[in-house]
């Protein structure tokens, strides 16, 4: 976890409870930074789809059943929110962690 000290710029970092690295503490700020950019459910959809944050990854049919759609509609929405990334070059911020 990060704490901004107000009398210092520098950053210092802190180990959190669950013992995060600063690598994946930076990560998880720069996928939230870019998911962001998207639309508030094309955002929870990928969230949902991929495990990001603090929840699993979810099937096409459990992200239907929450938000009241059917499981293609689901596929098409994380389709859609992909290639908006893609379309506005978003990726590049999270390239430094693509192999």
Do not use: P, W
């Not at 759609?69 to 929405?77: F, P, T």
């Amino acid at each position: 976890m990060l704490y901004l000290n107000q009398q210092q710029t520098r950053v210092k970092l802190l180990k959190c409870e669950n013992e995060c690295s600063f690598t994946e503490t930076v990560m998880k700020n720069d996928i939230e930074e870019v998911l962001g950019n998207l639309k508030k459910r094309e955002a929870e959809i990928l969230r949902a789809r991929y495990g990001l944050g603090n929840r699993g990854t979810m099937s096409l049919e459990e992200i239907g059943d929450r938000y009241n759609m059917s499981k293609e509609g689901v596929r098409q929405a994380e389709v859609k929110a992909i290639q908006r990334l893609a379309k506005h070059c978003r990726q590049r911020k999270l390239g430094a962690y693509v192999a």
